[in-house]
């Protein structure tokens, strides 16, 4: 989209190449965009010839004792064709395939394909076909995320081992917000740091108001020449009403382009004469300001915001899982750890590496300085002095494959 853009300092939120947008503008529709993302649910077939199924969706007791709780599904086989009646919110979507209608509203953990595998995929089965219902458990596909989102496509497909295949595509409308990421035509990439109301950004005499304000310290170590070019381009192209050569390999110069913009009143250079739109005092100084071609990358921040306080552990070393996928931990790594230890915050240190990680109180031997469990050391053949010690699960799992390679650690502990 074409944007008018100032080249000025605001407000602080624009500093590293952050930039700072109109809220008037965003609310016309600038930087709004569709995000579109396609889930796979395949139906899988099975060693002994049985495969996962797709069934209607279940039916609520419409009345009656117990009712409001939905029905057991295909077990009590409630589901179509007997009539749709009352089907619970997580399957209102679903058509009576058990796939996901076209231009459905989808909520976290709503159903969007009724999938079914069978409890039995080893035994050898006559006819799959003619498995009875009770024979599979559920294994439905949910749309686990918190933003809802519309079904634009349903396509049912083989995939190269002939499995049947529904692939969903859901649609998302989306604002620019903080965080989201914009790029001009020449590398000028920034994320939005503040998104202003109209009466606060500056504006000129005759009304103009930028869409999109851009810090100029973007402008000495980077060299895009060819962004100024394409605001004088483009603003002299505005007033004449025809096309203009932008780059800087020919076509009109940057002369012709000024003397154009001066003979229709405005300056030469494409500077504007601003106004605050805080204060109401002029500006000190003329500002650089035009259309500029900007368009909204992928990288938003929907996709990356990420938090967690309590959620899944990694089997071998019990801490956090790692990613954003997997619902992992925040890593405080080996930086940031040296930070906290050149501030002497040794309370902080034990809460993030351990107390907050992977805390496991171990029973240690006073006499040996071997571990043992349960308030027993297997070494000394006694519990009398054997006492329970906090320390990081890595730790202990480091001296038992010490004590695998025949190296034996010895902790020598005492009363404090």
């Known amino acids: ?121 080893r035994e050898h089965v006559s006819d799959p076909l003619q498995l009875d219902n009770s024979l599979y458990a559920p294994s439905f596909a949910r749309y686990k995320t918190v933003v809802p989102s519309y079904v634009e496509r349903v396509v049912c497909t083989d995939n190269s081992d002939g499995c049947r295949t529904y692939k969903v595509m859901m649609r998302q409308t989306r604002l620019p917000e903080l965080g989201d990421k914009f790029s001009s035509r020449h590398g000028q990439k920034g994320v939005v740091g503040l998104i202003a109301p109209a009466e606060d950004l500056p504006f000129a005499e005759s009304g103009w108001c930028p869409d999109l304000i851009m810090n100029p310290h973007g402008f000495p170590s980077r060299m895009t020449v060819g962004k100024m070019m394409e605001l004088i381009a483009g603003k002299s192209a505005l007033q004449v009403g025809a096309c203009q050569y932008g780059t800087a390999f020919g076509g009109v110069g940057v002369e012709t382009l000024g003397e154009i913009l001066a003979a229709h009143g405005f300056h030469y250079s494409g500077k504007e004469y601003l106004t605050s739109g805080i204060t109401g005092e002029a500006l000190q100084t003329y500002v650089f300001a035009g259309p500029i071609y900007y368009q909204k990358l992928k990288h938003m921040v929907q996709d990356k915001i990420h938090a967690r306080g309590r959620g899944p552990r990694q089997l071998l070393t019990r801490q956090p899982t790692e990613g954003r996928a997997k619902e992992g931990g925040l890593r405080l790594g080996e930086m940031e750890r040296d930070c906290l230890v050149a501030y002497g915050s040794s309370a902080l240190l034990m809460e993030r590496l351990m107390l907050s990680s992977d805390v496991f109180e171990a029973s240690v031997c006073s006499t040996c300085g071997l571990m043992g469990y349960e308030g027993w050391c297997p070494y000394c053949k006694s519990g009398k002095h054997v006492a329970p010690i906090r320390m990081p699960y890595a730790c202990k799992l480091l001296f038992q494959e010490l004590m695998s390679m025949n190296v034996c650690p010895r902790l020598h502990i005492k009363e404090m």
């Open 1 to 121: 989209q074409n944007a008018s853009v100032a080249i000025m300092s605001f407000s602080g939120y624009d500093i590293e190449d952050a930039i700072v947008l109109n809220r008037g503008a965003v609310d016309r529709g600038f930087g709004r965009c569709f995000a579109l993302r396609r889930y796979s649910v395949e139906l899988k077939k099975y060693f002994n010839g049985s495969t996962d199924r797709t069934f209607p969706p279940p039916v609520a007791q419409a009345s009656g004792p117990g009712s409001g709780k939905a029905a057991s599904g295909m077990h009590r086989k409630s589901f179509f064709p007997g009539g749709r009646g009352a089907v619970s919110r997580r399957f209102e979507a679903l058509e009576d395939d058990g796939v996901v209608r076209v231009g459905e509203l989808l909520e976290e953990d709503q159903v969007y394909v009724h999938k079914f595998s069978p409890t039995n995929t």
